[in-house]
């Protein structure tokens, strides 16, 4: 190693022992540095590459995160931090001790945006949250979930993303691309359903965009996840017996707004009314978890072939006969009659 490369090397090194040190003085000097006198709701920070120390500092300072920021430069200057802020995004909230903001500026903790896609929720509501979060427009999101290059790149089997965005709590940097994202999601999906999981839906008699659809259709039609491989074996019985499948949610898919169906509801001529026509949908109607794509998959036989809920978040009520079923709902009709002259509704 020549003489120059190692006097580089001992300057590197020397500057990363200042740095410590100066946040192990900060760090215990906290009281120091003042408290925060910020109050507001958080706020996101852009440092630039090249964004002095100093002008770092007074930015906090007009907004009352630093109290007594001529003293935070000094000592930045005499301790290095004024060489080794990172640029990037950072999330400033009131809760922050300003040595804690000055420790995430030196350590480059950049600020993550979160985008949480819920069990069961559609591409138009994804489309609608990553919007928000000024992550494309609807209209662009929607438009790349169907796109057929993409989809191939991502190999998706379908004519959209529906299905195939995984449910999960995900993290990115701003400027993060609406394709970024949505890779995100698939990836996270194809690793939850790896070759043992696809292998399934043979098993089942499915083909795995079949397995993802009834997975959706199992997603929201379960009252709780306790319920989804009964749910699951249902619709299998169903399938397998030339029974059409009657499920509420795959009608109102194509009745955005709708929370409910009517009789003349039933009646729409679409491929994804299945009390006219028999077999599954032709795409997944939701984005399903991890639970319900289990039950599907690996769905045990049961002797069912009809159920009833009892409720948001009770478990629904099997039976193995229409009549039995007619049984049960009459039931849980008496229950909700009683209930709402006990309440006075």
Do not use: C
């Amino acid at each position: 190693m020549s003489l120059s490369s190692r006097m580089d090397q001992l300057r590197r090194v020397t500057l990363g022992l200042l740095v410590a040190l100066a946040l192990f003085l900060l760090w215990s000097a906290d009281a120091f540095f003042g408290e925060s006198g910020f109050t507001g709701p958080p706020f996101l920070l852009t440092v630039s590459h090249g964004t002095p120390f100093r002008t770092v500092v007074k930015a906090l300072a007009r907004r009352g995160v630093i109290t007594k920021p001529e003293t935070v430069i000094l000592w930045g200057d005499l301790l290095g931090l004024s060489r080794a802020i990172r640029e990037g995004d950072y999330e400033i909230s009131g809760e922050d001790r300003p040595v804690k903001i000055l420790w995430n500026l030196v350590a480059g903790q950049r600020y993550y945006r979160k985008l949480t896609v819920p069990e069961g929720f559609t591409v138009s509501q994804v489309a609608a949250r990553m919007a928000r979060l000024g992550i494309g427009t609807v209209d662009q999101d929607l438009a790349l979930m169907s796109d057929a290059n993409f989809l191939q790149q991502l190999h998706v089997p379908s004519t959209s993303l529906e299905g195939y965005l995984f449910p999960n709590t995900y993290y990115f940097s701003r400027g993060t691309s609406p394709r970024e994202v949505l890779s995100m999601m698939v990836s996270r999906f194809w690793h939850v359903m790896t070759p043992t999981w696809q292998s399934q839906s043979a098993v089942q008699g499915l083909t795995l965009p079949q397995a993802v659809t009834l997975a959706s259709i199992v997603q929201k039609e379960a009252g709780t996840s306790g319920d989804m491989p009964l749910v699951a074996g249902v619709f299998l019985n169903r399938l397998r017996s030339g029974m059409k499948l009657q499920s509420d949610p795959t009608v109102l898919y194509v009745l955005p707004g709708h929370h409910h169906l009517t009789a003349s509801d039933l009646k729409i001529d679409s491929p994804y009314n299945t009390y006219l026509h028999e077999g599954l949908p032709p795409t997944p109607i939701a984005n399903p978890g991890a639970q319900a794509l289990h039950a599907v998959l690996f769905a045990e036989k049961v002797p069912y072939y009809y159920f009833v809920s009892a409720g948001p978040g009770s478990p629904s009520i099997f039976s193995r006969t229409l009549a039995d079923h007619d049984r049960a709902i009459s039931r849980i009709m008496k229950d909700k009659r009683r209930a709402a002259r006990e309440t006075g509704q």
